[in-house]
């Protein structure tokens, strides 16, 4: 397991009971431009995917959500849209809400949210040295609002 992965799983154990931890790993699977992507099931089915890239300089964290605009109810165009701003903007117990102004600060290397018709990826960039802040904020938000 990569010092990132490694992190990623310690920091998601942080905020899941230990139940949750259990967790059913797949083979490493190295790809022909040489990253490594790992994944693993915990015991509360949350699904970890790792890509391992060889000197980057920085770390993509996305949580996907399976929902999009296939589910927004009929005459409600638009509300998958309003509901990943939500999760991506609004204030946690842990932490406070958050505008585009402050992303384009907070998140220099970048960050988005798109909305397709059946997912929700909700995507914050960390440099080297940020990356336990960015997943402390990404479990704290999974917690908000699962």
Request: proline share 6%; aromatic share 4%; glycine share 8%.
């Amino acid at each position: 397991m990569s010092r990132h992965s490694l992190m990623l799983a310690t920091l998601l154990g942080l905020s899941l009971p230990a139940a949750a931890l259990a967790a059913t790993h797949t083979r490493p699977d190295t790809l022909a431009d040489t990253t490594v992507v790992r994944s693993w099931v915990l015991g509360n089915g949350l699904r970890v995917v790792a890509r391992e890239v060889p000197k980057a300089l920085a770390t993509a964290v996305t949580v996907g959500y399976s929902i999009g605009t296939d589910d927004d109810p009929p005459g409600r165009l638009g509300l998958a849209q309003a509901l990943g701003e939500l999760v991506f903007t609004a204030a946690t117990a842990d932490f406070p809400e958050r505008t585009r102004a402050d992303l384009d600060s907070q998140r220099p290397l970048g960050w988005s949210y798109p909305v397709s018709r059946r997912t929700t990826l909700l995507t914050e960039v960390a440099g080297q040295g940020k990356l336990p802040g960015v997943l402390q904020q990404v479990a704290g938000r999974m917690r908000a609002f699962r």
